[in-house]
């Protein structure tokens, strides 16, 4: 990088689990800026489908031998955590107006905090932007097919979960018009 400093940018969430939207937000991270960490926030209050340290293996598994994404975790304040780590963004996604309010107050509020660091929005390709861990889940659990929709890690895992042995079909079903 001709002595110019590498720019870290952490992608926090909870990954419970990782979603192809998510992938998709990482990519895009990826072709701007140098260095990306999978930040996973380690809540106690919330019950995770997946632990701590299967959500850190199922992201480094999707992403070994690449140097330029890391996997890690935090607790406590997600600015205190982006400068220890010496970034200097934070990357979210925005799936629709509904993320908006909620991520607006996010990014003012860390930038109250500490205004070294700059949080930065990204849009996911149209086909990702209904997607979401709890949905994934959700559909999985009630039998529907996610294959699409996650990467094969995730979707191993949670037929090991929930002891299903094949994956359902998951074609669509076209509707007459
Ligand atoms: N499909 C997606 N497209 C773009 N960004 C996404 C997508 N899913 C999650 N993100 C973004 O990833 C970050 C981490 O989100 P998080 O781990 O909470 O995922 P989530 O899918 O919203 O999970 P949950 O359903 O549990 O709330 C957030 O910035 C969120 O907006
Ligand atoms: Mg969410």
Redesign the pocket.
């Known amino acids: 990088m001709n002595g110019k400093r590498r720019t870290l940018a952490v992608f926090?969430?909870?990954?419970?689990p990782i979603?192809n939207?998510?992938l998709?937000?990482i990519e895009r991270s990826l072709t701007v800026f140098d260095l990306v960490t999978v930040a996973i926030l380690v809540n106690l209050e919330k019950q995770p489908l997946f632990t701590v340290e299967e959500r850190v293996e199922i992201i480094r598994e999707e992403y070994q031998g690449n140097p330029r994404v890391k996997v890690d975790t935090f607790t406590g304040l997600l600015v205190d955590y982006a400068e220890k780590a010496g970034a200097t963004v934070i990357v979210?996604?925005?799936?629709a107006i509904s993320?908006f309010e909620f991520e607006f107050q996010m990014a003012l509020m860390n930038r109250h905090l500490n205004s070294r660091i700059e949080t930065v929005f990204m849009m996911?390709a149209e086909r990702?932007?209904y997607?979401?861990?709890?949905?994934v889940k959700e559909v999985f659990q009630l039998g529907g097919g996610v294959r699409e929709l996650v990467p094969a890690g995730v979707e191993r895992r949670l037929r090991e979960k929930y002891g299903r042995s094949r994956a359902p079909q998951t074609a669509p079903r076209r509707r007459a018009r």
Do not use: E
């Open positions: 926090p969430g909870s990954f419970d979603t939207g998510h998709d937000i979210r996604g925005l799936r993320d996911p990702y932007s997607l979401s861990s709890r949905l």
